[in-house]
């Protein structure tokens, strides 16, 4: 079974890590297939911290050749520093394969990114402000710069010469910035070329004769269904396509090339940034959650906002990806409440549903009806199969799946790798 796409079924930071980490020593390549270092991921390796923002977590795992496709979007910057940091911690990466299509975050979406933000005002999006939107938008409006322009030095200069006479004109009078000069930001991703050029490879190709000589591909998503540009919750979504089908887009394989979608779910909810969040908890018990939870930003630190689980947002993402396993993270962090809720309808203006609204007015206007599940008060976190868990512990997670309708392969029960019940292999 060669290939499997994880990716997270809510709002994001559902800790996909830990999925990927069971897998880790049967992979022969780690793909990242979207977004760009907005996505955080910590992890936890012999004893060390390692937090990666556009890395695929394979480059912590001698065995697998980790790779960044197509579909992602890279700040130069960012990775010479990402390598550089592994490098110090003495992190082999000269493996690294970096798609010739991927598009760059210049400077210049930085800057856009933030100045838009402050001039929507209360509408921001409140995005991390890396530059992801604003150099996704140069894709699709065909003016963007590739990897692949860094290994010719004259188109690259015309490319950058072309992106900024109309970004400039737009910074100067609408936003009332300095124009940026196109030299020094050609010299700036210059600087990168001699260090990158042995890493640009043709990335579909790479993958499809490793997926037909039977390896095993993990295509490791960042955010999740819900921050996906067409299935999300738009506007509050992220720029491009977190969800399974990205993985095709993004890298370069083909639909029937993927054997297994596995998604990520927390066992109770959170979001960064703005838009609906109908089981959002404003008291203190979301505060709690949060606390217990270390529900903070990798990328940003901003606190996350918590609610309890939402059986609807997840059950979307199991009809729209397909998703043939979930794996649930973070049910530690529920010990110690005497009831938990749990997110089984709305009622959108009177009227009850059980699936995610059509239109973004009725999610706006959707307050979760909630059915109680019984707590415990049992340490869970040395469990290590289904039957030492607590057995209103079992109920919770059974009625999970049963609501999200897919089966139930792993659970986290720690930061730990070895922290993990798991139910059903995922490969
Ligand atoms: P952007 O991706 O920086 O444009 O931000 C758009 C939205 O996606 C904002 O609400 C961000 O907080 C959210 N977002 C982007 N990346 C992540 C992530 O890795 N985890 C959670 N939320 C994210």
């Known amino acids: ?41 910590t992890l936890v390796v012999n004893g060390q911290k390692y937090a990666l923002h556009l890395l695929p977590s394979g480059i912590l795992n001698r065995n697998s050749t980790p790779v960044i496709g197509n579909g992602v979007v890279i700040d130069l910057d960012v990775l ?33 990114d933030k100045v838009t933000e402050r001039f929507l005002g209360k509408r921001k999006i409140g995005t991390t402000g ?61 600087a990168h070329a001699d260090r990158i050029r042995p890493m640009i490879a043709d990335v579909a ?59 990520i779910m927390k066992a109770y ?11 959002e908890l404003h008291d203190a018990d979301g505060e709690r959650l949060r606390s217990e939870g270390a529900e903070f930003g990798t990328t940003t630190g901003r606190p996350r906002r918590c609610g309890w689980f939402d059986a609807l947002v997840v059950e979307a993402a199991v009809s ?15 010990s110690g409440w005497k009831q938990i809720p749990v997110c089984v309808g709305y009622d959108v203006n009177g009227k009850r549903t059980n699936r995610l609204p059509m239109t973004q007015t009725e999610f706006h206007h959707a307050t979760p009806v909630y059915e109680v599940m019984e707590g415990w008060a049992e340490d869970i976190s040395g469990c290590r199969t289904f039957d030492e868990l607590p057995k209103s512990c079992q109920r919770y997670v059974r009625r999970l799946e049963e609501l999200v309708g897919t089966q139930l392969s792993g659970i986290g029960v720690g930061p730990g790798r070895e922290q993990v019940v798991m139910l059903h292999d995922l490969l």
């Open 130 to 190: 890396r530059g992801v939107g604003p150099a996704y938008a140069e894709k699709i409006h065909r003016v963007g710069i590739r990897i692949q322009d860094l290994l010719d030095e004259s188109i690259l200069r015309q490319k950058v010469e072309a992106a900024l006479d109309q970004k400039n004109q737009v910074l100067v009078k609408v936003y009332n910035q300095r124009a940026i000069d196109p030299r020094e930001v050609a010299d700036r991703l210059l």
């Open 80 to 112: 010479a520093e990402e390598i550089d940091g592994l490098g110090a911690r003495g992190v082999d990466t000269a493996k690294l394969l970096i798609s010739a299509n991927a598009h760059i975050i210049a400077p210049y979406h930085k800057t856009i």
């Open 1 to 41: 079974m060669p290939g499997i796409v994880v990716i997270g079924a809510q709002w994001g930071d559902e800790g996909k890590g830990k999925a990927t980490d069971q897998l880790a020593d049967r992979v022969d390549f780690t793909v990242r297939y979207s977004g760009g270092n907005n996505a955080g991921h």
């Open 269 to 279: 909810t959170t979001r960064v940034g703005e838009g609906p969040f109908p089981t």
């Open 205 to 263: 190709r790479v993958l499809n004769d490793a997926l037909d000589g039977g390896q095993v591909v993990l295509f490791e998503g960042a955010q999740a269904h819900h921050l996906d540009v067409d299935h999300g919750t738009y506007p509050y979504v992220t720029s491009s396509n977190p969800i399974a089908a990205g993985a095709c887009i993004g890298s370069g394989v083909g639909p029937t090339r993927i054997d297994r979608t596995v998604g």
């Open 320 to 334: 729209a990806n397909a998703l043939t396993d979930v794996f649930l993270t973070k049910l530690d962090i529920l």
